[in-house]
């Protein structure tokens, strides 16, 4: 699931990485909570994550990713904690935070052996094996924690010149 999930994402984490226009016209569309340009946005950069579910809160945006029972949904997103802001997005450091990822989902991407060792260090509630395998290829001092939870992996993001921290999120979601 890990492969599949980073294997749809990565075409988009490297458009909003490569592209400050495109970064900026996905912002817009989180903010304005337009699912139209989201979808065409995505259609453009990503088709695989095109297909799946995505929806926004204004402060960031999830994409997920449906499989067969059991497993069912794995979503991914970056997004503001909620409670601290409304209808805010930075292009800027959504840019920072998909260029300091790819490496992450280049690896989950390629590398079963590799997805399938973090999957296990989340499902075996391992912070130390999660932390190391994400700080071994994320690599940027605005990283600030590494967690697990629900069932996924979440990154904290603290840039200068942001008042929030920002999370990228990567989840199995639960009944």
């Known amino acids: 699931m890990l492969t599949k999930v980073a294997r749809g994402m990565l075409p988009f984490y490297r458009a909003i990485a490569g592209s400050r226009s495109y970064a900026s016209a996905w912002s817009r569309a989180v903010v304005g909570a337009d699912l139209g340009l989201m979808s065409t946005l995505l259609k453009l950069a990503a088709p695989e994550a095109a297909r799946q579910g995505y ?44 260029r300091a990822v ?57 840039y200068s010149g942001s008042p929030y921290p920002y999370r990228n999120l990567l989840f199995r979601e639960l009944d």
């Not at 909620?82 to 840019?95: D, E, I």
């Not at 912070?127 to 990154?155: P, Q, W, Y």
């Open 55 to 98: 929806g926004t809160n204004a402060i960031g945006y999830f994409i997920t990713f449906t499989f067969p029972p059991p497993f069912a949904l794995y979503t991914n997103g970056t997004t503001i904690p909620p409670g601290l802001v409304q209808f805010t997005f930075s292009t800027a450091v959504h840019r920072r935070i998909a």
């Open 102 to 158: 790819l490496p992450l989902y280049r690896e989950l991407s390629a590398n079963r052996n590799f997805s399938a060792a973090l999957a296990r260090g989340i499902r075996r509630n391992d912070r130390k094996a999660v932390m190391r395998m994400v700080l071994g290829l994320v690599h940027t001092r605005a990283l600030r924690s590494v967690t697990i939870e629900e069932s996924g992996v979440a990154l904290l993001f603290k």
